[in-house]
């Protein structure tokens, strides 16, 4: 796994994927508004995960405050978590999870929030079984009743979740 900016060309491809797993699911594509800068460390991240050489699992956080009544100070919200179905079933998506609460720790980040929809049951099994509980709906989807929100309290200095994965440097 390494970090890259939103617009790199494997976070592009990947991105490109997860909206098209959105259409399939719910009709359309997430119409949640995203600057591609607010991934860009101290205050985001995205991260590419490879499987020899080919990019198959993707996700970020970017950094909210409570200037934004939905959220708490320290926030990172979860952002565009997909691992492509070639992949599927090994692990990934946990492992990518653990390292965005890593990262976003280290970062100062005190919270991980996410918002997810009931369409995607792996999503949620994966969230309630690393630990996330339900919060307060944030976000465009927050009236729509198939959106569910969940949050975590994140270990101070991102201490250990378990996972050891190497994060380069970002690359453009």
């Known amino acids: 796994m390494r970090a890259v900016g939103y617009e790199h060309p494997d976070a ?4 490109a994927e997860v909206q098209q797993e959105y259409v399939k699911r719910y009709g359309g594509t997430d119409k949640t508004p995203l600057d591609p800068g607010q991934f860009n ?3 985001g991240l995205f991260v590419v995960g490879y499987l020899r050489a080919v990019p198959v699992v993707c996700g970020g956080w970017r950094a909210h405050d409570s200037d934004n009544p939905q959220f708490l100070d320290g926030d990172a919200e979860i952002k565009r978590m997909y691992v492509a179905p070639r992949a599927r ?3 990934l998506a946990r492992a ?3 390292e965005l609460e890593r990262t976003a720790a280290s970062a100062g980040r005190r919270r991980m929030v996410l ?3 009931r369409a995607q049951p792996e999503a949620i ?6 630990g996330y509980t339900d919060v307060p709906k944030f976000g465009v989807y927050r009236e729509e009743e198939g959106s569910i929100c969940y949050g975590k309290l994140l270990l101070a200095h991102g201490s250990s979740t378990g996972f050891s994965l190497r994060v380069d440097a970002p690359t453009v």
């Open 12 to 15: 592009v491809t990947l991105i």
């Open 41 to 43: 460390p101290p205050d």
């Open 89 to 91: 079933g090994r692990g």
């Open 96 to 98: 990518l999870l653990a």
């Open 115 to 117: 918002e997810t929809g």
């Open 125 to 130: 099994a994966l969230y309630l079984s690393s």
